[in-house]
């Protein structure tokens, strides 16, 4: 995993210790080098409504 943002990368360690399915933040841009998909606010809620 390469970020550029030190934060970021602390970010997506910590959804990795937490085996999480998603990243949810309103900087999408920052993570797109991440093993975790992100997801911003809006397409997290709509993801998740159409799954119940």
Do not use: C
């Amino acid at each position: 995993m390469r970020m550029k943002d030190l934060e970021d990368a602390l970010q997506v360690a910590a959804a990795i210790s937490g085996s999480v399915d998603h990243i949810v933040t309103r900087n999408t841009t920052d993570y797109r080098g991440s093993v975790i998909p992100a997801l911003t606010p809006r397409e997290f809620l709509r993801r998740f409504v159409a799954q119940t």
